[in-house]
């Protein structure tokens, strides 16, 4: 058997390396594009969803998220899918549409026009007819036909016709699929001629060159550098080295804002390309704005030690943070930027802090969150991030509230008509502007923690280096809302059964808050940054002498159960305990990385017991059981406490021992007897 090498040249096999090399493309494109997104959380439902306030300067922040909308939508990428696969469908009707005569199985009941059902005695007789009405001699050609092409359908025919009668060629059949036996066959190559015609070899060569030499490895190289140029949480290498080489155990919010401004994503809004479009006047503006705004002259002076890039970023997040309007639309843009490449920045020093594990940094880094996604400044007082509220507003309701800031919840617990009378009037909020804020307020995401505790699985007390389970149990209570009483049982946390593998390795989804839970939180209500924010909590536990967290923080991005009615959630941090009993006091920390006012501090103590007084215990739990049959063991059966099985008497053991014996003896005996009797007859 031969086969021949030939190439393609009406181009009947060219569809099918195309649509290879297609599905091979767009597959993987396709559902790398339209994939749900499997980062936990991921919500599209607004906090308020009838929201009808409209910040100053609303139009160029919702210029920004479009624009950002636009970028999530990947244009290009959609419309070179869209081509792709309209060319895979184009490919594939071709394929359909086309008859490859040579590529077509040689059928003899095709060629004769008769059933497979028929016998040898229906095949002789259509035959007979067959050659009756095409043997050469009988028939004459057409116009579109020539002699030979007659002789050939003849040949055809009687192939066909000896295929199915003859037993030789009949067997060549079966085995070979042709009555002649083994046939050659050709191969097409899916390549036009004129690719390989003498004179066009340099222009091929240089047209493989261009492909393998130049675009290939250019385009996989800037893959590869991609790759390496961001970080996992999306900020590019360089940022996070200066980022980490700023680090200070001792930072606080505002030392962090100048930090952020390092980052190269800084550099690419404020300078690079784009320095030549700087003019002096511009940083003048944004600094005198600023100052306006309400920027401390230490801020301010910090500032003005900068230069070049550096100067406008930093600047430009101050004017965000206050809220300045910078008056032109270029600088209310690029201020709009900085925010949330800020917001990134944050979250690679965030990581970076933890990989340090002191409070301080980690601490620093969620409230500047708070404050970034809100658009306050540090310290200020959470009551700016209400809807209308200004400074002048928080002045007017805090003007005797003493030292403190007012937290929202205070702000909902004022009796109605004292609280409207501290924020309505002339200067302040009108009326409708008041139920704006209200509605926003009694809609605020605060979490009320119900019980927290240290707990072991399986066991009733925690000793040294065993694996501890901290178990928190809180609710989403907005303020001004009234919660129904926590059931008992929801303070509970049961042990899982020994056949839940997953939970009791600390993997159950549900009880931590992850992917795939009944309920995700709603995009954080923050009107001044342009883009969709989804709010985090995350919940740790820290050694407050020593300034260092024990567990690290787990972040609370979906509910197990839904909050609008107030259900208990249960979440837990699993860790190890320390190797000496004792005392341990702890302090949990609730943060939340979007709202100001709601976090949480509490006191836990975690007691661990020494081993050997714990097996004391157990002992003399044991004997301390009353017993079944006695008074004391049938009161405590009734309260379903444990009571002890009665033990036996020796003297009634062996009364029993005795009557069993008899009894068994005689069942022995007369077992003995009756053997005896059938042996003796059969002897």
């Known amino acids: 058997m031969s086969t021949d090498y030939n190439y393609d040249d009406k181009g009947q096999f060219f569809p099918y390396f195309v649509l290879t090399i297609l599905g091979l493309i767009l597959c993987p494109l396709t559902y790398s594009t339209f994939a749900p997104s499997k980062q936990p959380g991921v919500s599209k439902t607004p906090l308020i969803k009838e929201d009808n306030y409209k910040p100053p300067g609303n139009e160029a922040i919702d210029a920004a998220r479009r624009r950002q909308k636009r970028k999530e939508r990947r244009l290009k990428r959609f419309t070179s899918i869209v081509i792709g696969w309209a060319l ?81 060629i009949r067997n060549n059949f079966i085995q070979y699929g042709h009555p002649d036996g083994k046939q050659s066959f050709s191969i097409g190559i899916a390549l036009p001629t004129w690719i390989v015609s003498e004179g066009n070899n340099y222009y091929v060569l240089a047209v ?68 030549r479009e700087w003019i002096g006047s511009e940083e003048a503006t944004i600094e005198r704005k600023i100052k306006a705004a309400g920027l401390a002259d230490k801020q301010g002076k910090v500032i003005g030690e900068l230069d070049g890039w550096r100067r406008r970023a930093l600047g430009l997040l101050w004017a965000y943070i206050y809220r300045a309007d910078l008056e032109r639309e270029k600088l209310n843009n690029a201020k709009l930027e900085v925010a949330p490449a800020a917001i990134a920045l944050n979250k690679s020093f965030h990581a970076i802090a933890l990989a340090y594990s002191s409070t301080q940094p980690v601490m620093a880094s969620m409230r500047l969150n708070q404050c970034l996604v809100q658009a306050v400044p540090p310290h200020a007082s959470p009551l700016l991030q209400l809807p209308h509220f200004t400074d002048e507003i928080v002045a007017a309701v805090e003007r005797d509230g003493g030292k403190n800031h007012w937290t929202v919840q205070r702000f909902i617990a004022c009796p109605g008509e004292k609280r409207k009378k501290l924020c309505v009037g002339k200067g302040l909020l009108n009326d409708k502007q008041y139920e ?34 901290f178990v928190v149990k809180m609710r989403v209570v907005p303020p001004g809302s009234t919660p129904p009483p926590v059931d008992t049982k929801d303070l509970l946390d049961e042990d899982p059964d020994e056949t839940d593998v997953e939970a009791l390795l600390g993997r159950n989804g549900k009880s931590q808050g992850k992917a795939g839970d009944q309920s995700t939180t709603p995009l954080a209500h923050a009107p001044y940054f342009p883009r969709d924010y989804s709010p985090i909590w995350y919940i740790f536990l820290a050694d407050e002498k020593q300034g260092k967290m024990i567990v690290p923080p787990q972040p609370i991005a979906s509910w197990e159960k839904s909050t609008d009615n107030f259900a208990v959630q249960t979440f837990k941090l699993q860790f190890q305990a320390p190797p000496q009993p004792g005392e341990y006091t702890f302090v949990m920390h609730c943060v939340s990385d979007s709202y100001l006012g709601v976090d949480k501090k509490q006191n836990v103590t975690l007691v661990i017991s020494d081993p050997s007084k714990v097996e004391q215990i157990k002992e003399d739990e044991e004997i301390s059981e009353p017993e079944e049959d006695s008074l004391a063991g049938q009161m405590n059966a009734m309260r379903g406490g444990p009571v002890k099985k009665p033990k036996k008497r020796s003297s009634d053991h062996e009364d029993d021992s005795s009557e069993e014996s008899d009894t068994d003896g005689e069942e022995v005996d007369d077992q003995s007897e009756t053997d005896t009797d059938t042996d003796t007859d059969e002897k």
């Open 88 to 168: 895979f469908a184009y490919m594939a009707y071709l394929i359909a549409v086309t008859a490859n005569a040579e590529g077509k199985i040689w059928d003899p009941y095709e060629i004769l026009g008769i059933s497979m059902t028929a016998d040898e005695k229906a095949i002789k007789s259509h035959y007979k007819k067959l050659s009756l009405k095409y043997h050469p001699d009988k028939i004459r050609p057409t116009a579109n036909q020539t002699l030979e092409d007659l002789n050939n359908h003849f040949v055809e025919l009687t192939k066909a016709y000896k295929a199915l009668t003859d037993e030789d």
């Open 208 to 275: 493989y060159g261009l492909l393998f030499g130049i675009l290939l490895p250019y385009y996989v190289g800037r893959w590869w550098y991609g790759t390496k140029k961001h970080t996992k949480e999306g900020v590019m290498t360089a940022s996070a080295g200066s980022l980490f080489r700023a680090y200070d155990e001792n930072i606080d919010e505002k030392k962090l804002v100048e930090i952020l401004t390092t980052g190269e994503e800084m550099k690419l809004i404020t300078g690079g390309a784009r320095e």
């Open 436 to 469: 704006q804020a209200i509605t926003f307020a009694k809609a605020l995401p605060a979490l009320n923690i119900e019980s927290a505790f240290f707990k072991v699985m399986g066991e009733k007390y925690i000793t040294p280096a065993s694996l501890v389970n």
